[in-house]
């Protein structure tokens, strides 16, 4: 079974810093999704990133970017000059690429709550 | 283009009762996934239903159930209530073809079981 394990159970950051998530998965599969999510305390879930894990290239998303280390089972975001509104829980999840009964399941971590100080 | 709607917002029900919990999918979307987060904990999957058939299920027992209609929005169904099923249920939903992978999530429905 697949897992994903966050072992940031809270991070803090001051406004315009960097701040790192760390996120590691375990799966016997080659062919995968990786993302990250963010929950604000109004609850909704939102997409942050994506990687696809054939793809050697790290994803980049404005100030969001990954460090994917496929064979370390290792994904990690990276928040540049971090925001007031950055601050959220983070999950990060897998999803395998195609195929099998749970096709679209999702698979997260326990979350990070990241702290945004001005 | 219309997100992902939930209803209700909160609700109390007592141990032992039944309750449902509905969805309404992104336009465009044919594919509805429902997940429970306890409270400080990571979304767990329940179960996705495709085109009103289930093709996916979790770790959850059979008390747990739902159903999609033809306009893709969908229902979860939970019997017999337990104290430990007092959670935040998120519907997502998603296209099918290339963009399966997105996920889009609504504001999701707390539960609290007494």
Request: glycine share 2%; net charge negative.
């Given at each position: 079974a697949q897992t994903v394990t966050q072992s940031q159970p809270e991070m803090s950051v001051q406004e315009?810093?960097?701040?790192?998530?760390?996120?590691?998965?375990?799966?016997?599969?080659?062919?995968?999704?990786?993302?990250?999510?963010?929950?604000?305390?109004?609850?909704?879930?939102?997409?942050?990133?994506?990687?696809?894990?054939?793809k050697q290239q790290n994803a980049t998303e404005n100030r969001f970017s990954v460090n994917f280390q496929k064979a370390a089972k290792s994904f990690s975001l990276k928040i540049s000059d971090s925001q007031l509104g950055d601050a959220a829980m983070y999950f990060c999840a897998y999803r395998i690429s195609a195929g099998g009964t749970s096709y679209g399941k999702l698979t997260f971590g326990q979350g990070t709550i990241l702290t945004v100080h001005p | 283009e219309t997100g992902v709607t939930q209803s209700p917002t909160h609700l109390i029900k007592t141990r032992g009762q039944q309750v449902t919990l509905r969805?309404?999918?992104?336009?465009?979307?044919?594919t509805v996934?429902?997940?429970?987060?306890?409270?400080g904990q990571g979304p767990q999957f329940i179960f996705q239903y495709y085109r009103e058939e289930e093709n996916g299920r979790g770790n959850f027992p059979p008390r747990f159930s739902g159903l999609q209609f033809p306009n893709?929005?969908?229902?979860?169904?939970?019997?017999?209530l337990e104290?430990?099923?007092?959670?935040?249920?998120?519907?997502?939903?998603?296209?099918?073809g290339d963009k399966s992978y997105e996920q889009y999530f609504g504001p999701g429905t707390r539960l609290t079981v007494t």
């Open positions: 315009a810093e960097t701040v790192t998530l760390s996120c590691t998965y375990d799966t016997s599969e080659s062919d995968y999704y990786l993302f990250w999510y963010k929950q604000p305390p109004s609850r909704q879930m939102i997409l942050v990133i994506r990687q696809e894990a054939y | 969805c309404s999918s992104q336009s465009g979307h044919n996934s429902w997940y429970q987060q306890a409270l893709y929005s969908s229902e979860l169904n939970v019997n017999a104290l430990d099923d007092s959670a935040l249920y998120l519907c997502a939903s998603s296209a099918n």
